[in-house]
């Protein structure tokens, strides 16, 4: 029985509850699935390693951040055949996020609103999982730890938490994203204008040396961005993580605006709007960017892909590895392996074409 049929079963009882909720039941399922070894029926994809920021991933298909805040389901997750598993966003300290209701579909745009505001237990409870996990102790895979800052924290004093938390997580990461990009938090993606994003990387560049000095280690950062972004704003970050050399940067995040889904249910409720509506935003980003930074730093492409071709058509924009949330709700864990296959048919097709 294939995962593709059992989702489809399992689609109509998830969608008939509030998304939240749904959210809630789905993953410690998916947890206890895995604990039982039923997961292991998943077939995997197969293997096409890529190298990027000096890491290797077995596939190029990771999952976003969000779907596991405190990374109390990396095991489960890890079990669907992702390239990578990045979890958070985690703050410094616990917080409860925005009220209820928080999150709403939009089944004919395949689209997810969110307004959580990183509702998370705080990174020292976020470490002790992450420790906990099988993936982790057994060097199992890619792990990406995604940082952001407190609600409360004055926007002034954001590079404190920022700091704080890379200082926390930096041990047990494979990489360590920087997300200044929720539209959830107030004030916070003020952290993408020039001055002060140029003010935040050198902090973060120059605790990363004294990390990887302490550790001997280099674990690599990378920035998320919105993709409400104009052109100048994407040439000020292209130039700000150049000059800093971050590592990766990726892009991108929910939008804040509505035109795709005008006129349907939730479509004016406050957050950031996912799934299929951001595809061709977030595209647009990846291609800005590509042609700001040619290849000195990768871009890891996230934004409504649903299907293998909008995998191809993201790493086609601009992107080295792709990422899922949105579609991963939608179409369930098949969706991995589709999008594995068709990046790696797509690479295989790119490297002969090359040799000819």
Same mark, same amino acid.
Request: aromatic letters at 6%.
């Given at each position: 029985?294939?995962?593709?049929? *059992?989702?489809? *079963? $399992?689609?109509?009882?998830?969608?008939?509850?509030? $998304?939240?909720?749904?959210?809630?039941?789905?993953?410690?399922?998916?947890?206890?699935?895995?604990?039982?070894?039923?997961?292991?029926?998943?077939?995997?994809?197969?293997?096409? %390693?890529?190298?990027?920021?000096?890491?290797?991933?077995?596939?190029?298909?990771?999952? $976003?951040?969000?779907?596991?805040?405190? +990374?109390?389901?990396?095991?489960?997750?890890? &079990? *669907?055949?992702?390239?990578?598993?990045?979890? +958070?966003?985690?703050? %410094?300290?616990?917080?409860?996020?925005?009220?209820?209701?928080?999150?709403?579909?939009?089944?004919?745009?395949?689209?997810?609103?969110?307004?959580?505001?990183?509702?998370?237990?705080?990174?020292?409870?976020?470490?002790?999982?992450?420790?906990?996990?099988?993936?982790?102790?057994?060097?199992?895979?890619?792990?990406?730890?995604?940082?952001?800052?407190?609600?409360?924290?004055?926007?002034?004093?954001?590079?404190?938490?920022?700091?704080?938390?890379?200082?926390?997580?930096?041990?047990?990461?494979?990489?360590?994203?920087?997300?200044?990009?929720?539209?959830?938090?107030?004030?916070?993606?003020?952290?993408?204008?020039?001055?002060?994003?140029?003010?935040?990387?050198?902090?973060?560049?120059?605790?990363?040396?004294?990390?990887?000095?302490?550790?001997?280690?280099?674990?690599?950062?990378?920035?998320?961005?919105?993709?409400?972004?104009?052109?100048?704003?994407?040439?000020?970050?292209?130039?700000?993580?150049?000059?800093?050399?971050?590592?990766?940067?990726?892009?991108?995040?929910?939008?804040?605006?509505?035109?795709?889904?005008?006129?349907?249910?939730?479509?004016?409720?406050?957050?950031?709007?996912?799934?299929?509506?951001?595809?061709?935003?977030?595209?647009?980003?990846?291609?800005?960017?590509?042609?700001?930074?040619?290849?000195?730093?990768?871009?890891?492409?996230?934004?409504?892909?649903?299907? +293998?071709?909008?995998?191809?058509?993201?790493?086609?924009?601009?992107?080295?590895?792709?990422?899922?949330? &949105?579609?991963?709700?939608?179409?369930?864990? $098949?969706?991995?392996?589709?999008?594995?296959?068709?990046?790696?048919? &797509?690479?295989?097709?790119?490297?002969?074409?090359?040799?000819?």
């Amino acid at each position: 029985m294939s995962d593709k049929f *059992l989702y489809s *079963l $399992a689609r109509p009882f998830l969608f008939f509850m509030d $998304a939240e909720s749904a959210h809630e039941i789905t993953l410690p399922g998916l947890k206890h699935a895995h604990n039982l070894g039923l997961t292991r029926l998943i077939p995997k994809p197969e293997n096409d %390693p890529r190298s990027v920021m000096g890491i290797t991933f077995p596939n190029a298909v990771g999952l $976003a951040a969000g779907l596991d805040k405190d +990374g109390r389901y990396i095991d489960g997750l890890a &079990s *669907l055949g992702f390239g990578s598993i990045e979890i +958070g966003t985690v703050t %410094p300290r616990a917080q409860a996020g925005n009220p209820k209701p928080r999150m709403f579909r939009l089944p004919q745009a395949n689209a997810i609103i969110n307004r959580m505001g990183f509702n998370n237990g705080g990174v020292d409870a976020f470490v002790a999982n992450v420790q906990a996990s099988r993936f982790y102790q057994e060097k199992q895979g890619v792990l990406g730890l995604n940082i952001g800052k407190n609600a409360d924290t004055p926007i002034e004093k954001a590079a404190d938490d920022y700091l704080h938390c890379l200082q926390k997580v930096y041990p047990y990461a494979s990489y360590v994203t920087i997300n200044i990009s929720s539209p959830n938090t107030k004030n916070l993606r003020q952290l993408q204008g020039a001055s002060e994003l140029d003010a935040l990387l050198a902090q973060l560049k120059e605790a990363q040396g004294r990390l990887s000095d302490q550790h001997k280690r280099y674990v690599p950062i990378a920035l998320k961005i919105a993709p409400d972004l104009d052109s100048e704003q994407i040439k000020n970050i292209a130039d700000s993580l150049l000059r800093h050399k971050i590592d990766g940067v990726i892009a991108t995040n929910t939008t804040i605006t509505r035109d795709a889904v005008k006129g349907l249910q939730y479509a004016e409720e406050a957050g950031g709007l996912s799934g299929e509506p951001v595809f061709e935003l977030s595209n647009r980003v990846i291609r800005a960017l590509k042609a700001e930074l040619g290849d000195a730093l990768p871009i890891i492409g996230v934004g409504g892909i649903f299907k +293998g071709a909008d995998a191809v058509a993201k790493v086609q924009a601009g992107a080295s590895l792709v990422q899922l949330y &949105s579609g991963l709700i939608y179409r369930g864990p $098949a969706l991995v392996r589709e999008c594995a296959a068709a990046l790696r048919k &797509s690479h295989s097709s790119l490297h002969s074409q090359i040799k000819q």
